[in-house]
């Protein structure tokens, strides 16, 4: 399987909404609602924002929030704030060889 | 509070071997599954591998099958990964990540450890 496709980079100003979308395919987004997203600050470990297509772990800010349709899933961040500038991959459970895949990521830029 | 901290990582020639640790603490270890997944430098994340609770189910990424095992000792609140035949595209930073409220997930991270293959 490939990697999931997201657009390499996305910006918006403080208080503006942003979407990144992860395409897929009909063995891995288009067959399962197990897509995850995932936050990467420079040198720190990744961190689980939404799983499950669109539920938040414990903790993480409602102006995350996701979506799926298709083969495609959606990541939409609300009322940007400087520390939401980071990485973000898209990640689904596909099944067969690999089960799970990832995006290529994301590069969120807050103007 | 969930604990993971990876260890063992460093630099090994082509076609050497290493072995990755990752001590879990927080948490009764035994009753989740378990993954490593790299991040070559500046690149992206990949899946690596993936084990069950009780060790009895594994899978692997294609490009490490037959060189990479993947293990545990629930006694000990530990996950191991064995890496053989090193390659340069090995290097990375190797995760342990262990799954949350959805078996599918990856919720909880340790800080990583570097990887370096080269000669």
């Known amino acids: 399987q490939s990697a999931l496709t997201q657009p390499a980079s996305v910006s918006g100003s403080p208080g503006q909404s942003i979407t990144i979308s992860c395409t897929g395919t009909?063995?891995?987004?288009?067959?399962?609602?197990?897509v995850s997203w995932y936050q990467q600050h420079p040198g720190k470990a990744p961190k689980l924002m939404i799983y499950?297509?669109?539920k938040r772990p414990s903790g993480v800010s409602n102006r995350f929030s996701g979506s799926k349709s298709g083969h495609t899933a959606s990541l939409t961040i609300s009322g940007l704030q400087a520390e939401d500038e980071a990485d973000y991959y898209c990640c689904s459970y596909g099944g067969s060889s690999p089960p799970w895949v990832f995006g290529g990521g994301t590069k969120l830029t807050v103007l | 509070e969930v604990q993971l901290v990876e260890s063992g990582g460093g630099l090994v020639q082509p076609g050497g071997s290493l072995r990755l640790s990752c001590a879990a603490s927080?948490?009764?270890?035994?009753?989740?599954?378990m993954h490593w997944v790299r991040q070559a430098p500046g690149k992206g994340l990949e899946w690596v591998s993936y084990?069950?609770?009780?060790?009895?189910?594994?899978y692997y990424t294609d490009s490490v099958k037959g060189r990479f095992t993947i293990s545990r000792d629930n006694a000990k609140n530990s996950l191991y990964l064995q890496m053989n035949s090193l390659r340069a595209e090995d290097t990375a930073i190797y995760y342990c990540?262990?799954?949350?409220?959805?078996?599918?997930?990856?919720?909880?991270w340790g800080q990583g450890t570097l990887v370096t293959v080269s000669s």
């Open positions: 990540a262990r799954v949350g409220n959805s078996a599918y997930d990856f919720h909880y």
């Open positions: 499950e297509v669109n």
């Open positions: 009909s063995s891995d987004l288009g067959s399962y609602n197990l």
């Open positions: 927080g948490f009764t270890f035994s009753s989740y599954e």
């Open positions: 084990i069950s609770g009780s060790g009895t189910t594994i």
